[in-house]
């Protein structure tokens, strides 16, 4: 039997989807301090009414860090100094996401930084839509999305309430300059 290319397509999509979201065998979220001379960077991507099923692939500096899936995070350590944040510019994000806008962050030693993502619409216009033989008017924009640091916090500090839930996901293997560390 064969499969028509459209179905197989669909399958292959939808398979690929799924392998972003935590099994039962992730780790649940744990903030541990970050080690001597370095910050801790938490970047999450908790479930929401706007979230999509599609990973969200984040980089940093413009190197790739880690695929996030829905209610997933990284933790990576960094030296300090100032970074930029974003989601890959690529199509798949700019349809689920938003046209990327990269978070520049100053990272501290000793500290912690918990970052979730944005969704911003600007330039809102009047249009249309039909359906069925219905004139439907509404409104449109431009949709970006980014990354919002939600709490910095030093030794004895709690993390956001977002991220209880959360699974980890590791980051990169070949991403240098940091220390990936659960």
């Known amino acids: 039997m064969r499969i028509p290319v459209p179905i197989a397509c669909l399958l292959i999509l ?15 979220f744990s903030a541990s301090p970050p080690k001597p ?8 991507r908790p479930h929401g009414w ?12 413009g190197r790739p860090l880690a695929q996030l899936g829905i209610n997933t995070y990284t933790r990576i350590e960094l030296p300090p100094g ?3 944040l974003a989601a890959a510019d690529s199509y798949l994000t700019k349809i689920t996401y938003g046209m990327p ?23 809102v216009r009047p249009a249309i839509e039909v359906i069925g033989k219905n004139v439907v008017p509404t409104q449109t924009g431009d949709v ?9 916090v030093g030794a004895g ?25 659960r």
């Open 50 to 61: 706007n979230v999509s099923y599609i990973p969200l692939s984040v980089e940093l500096d």
């Open 14 to 28: 939808g398979l690929s989807a799924c392998a972003g979201l935590p099994g039962a065998d992730s780790a649940q």
């Open 82 to 84: 100032t970074y930029n």
């Open 101 to 123: 806008r990269a978070l520049q962050m100053k990272v501290e030693a000793g500290k912690s930084y918990f970052v979730l993502p944005t969704r911003s619409v600007e330039n």
């Open 144 to 152: 970006y999305g980014g990354f919002a640091v939600q709490i910095v």
């Open 37 to 44: 001379g370095h910050a801790a960077v938490y970047i999450g």
């Open 157 to 181: 500090n709690a993390a956001p309430s977002e991220f209880a839930q959360l699974s980890y996901v590791a980051p990169e293997a070949n991403f240098g300059g940091s220390t990936a560390v």
